[in-house]
């Protein structure tokens, strides 16, 4: 019975819909003044997300602040530019000392370089670990960067990002170029996939009794 659940739960996966334009999702925090100061500027950034996001948006392509001029801190609007229509929420006048995560879905090839131009730190994680990070306060134009070593592929995406407590601010990556669509779930996979997650959840219950 199990073998023929996972069976029909892969076919309905392998017939679902392929690429298409994709975006990722964009969610913002703003933080206290003083409170992501170091010296682990990741974890207390990552810290200030542990409750509803202040906005969401629609990432077109995570990157902004291109422009030198752009570098000044502004409110969410100003930094999100093109993608500031797509905002849910309150929009800070100012974002000085904030958190934003991307999450979505991209497809990568052995040796794809992928770039992160960031003021200031960012932990991308790729198919669930950290692939690049830069923990700290840096200026404008800092770049780190990184060859994806693994296999052809399409792994799922989280970026976070934060503007610490100096006043410019710029977040720019290729990132954009590597997006997709996750693969839809078919409503019959979907259900094939909550019984059998259910079903995983009643021998944990069992197990623990
Ligand atoms: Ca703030
Ligand atoms: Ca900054």
Do not use: H
């Not at 933080?31 to 996001?53: E, H, M, T, V």
Request: negative net charge; proline residues 4%.
């Amino acid at each position: 019975m199990r073998k023929y659940l996972i069976a029909v739960a892969t076919i309905g996966c392998m017939t679902a819909g392929g690429a298409s334009a994709a975006t990722f999702n964009g969610e913002f925090w703003d933080a206290p003044a003083n409170s992501i100061d170091g010296p682990d500027f990741l974890s207390q950034a990552i810290a200030q997300a542990a409750g509803a996001p202040t906005a969401t948006f629609t990432s077109t392509a995570l990157s902004y602040g291109n422009a030198g001029a752009n570098w000044a801190i502004g409110s969410l609007s100003d930094f999100l530019a093109a993608d500031a229509g797509s905002i849910v929420g309150t929009n800070p006048a100012n974002i000085q000392e904030s958190v934003f995560r991307f999450t979505g879905f991209v497809s990568l090839n052995t040796g794809d370089n992928i770039s992160v131009t960031s003021d200031d730190g960012f932990r991308l994680i790729i198919d669930g670990n950290t692939f690049l990070e830069y923990n700290g306060i840096r200026a404008p134009g800092s770049n780190s960067n990184a060859n994806w070593a693994g296999p052809a592929g399409t792994y799922s995406m989280t970026m976070w990002f934060f503007e610490g407590n100096v006043t410019q601010v710029q977040l720019l990556s290729n990132l954009g170029d590597y997006a997709v669509a996750p693969v839809p779930v078919p409503a019959a996979g979907l259900l094939l996939l909550t019984g059998l997650g259910g079903m995983a959840a009643l021998r944990r219950r069992r197990k623990a009794a």
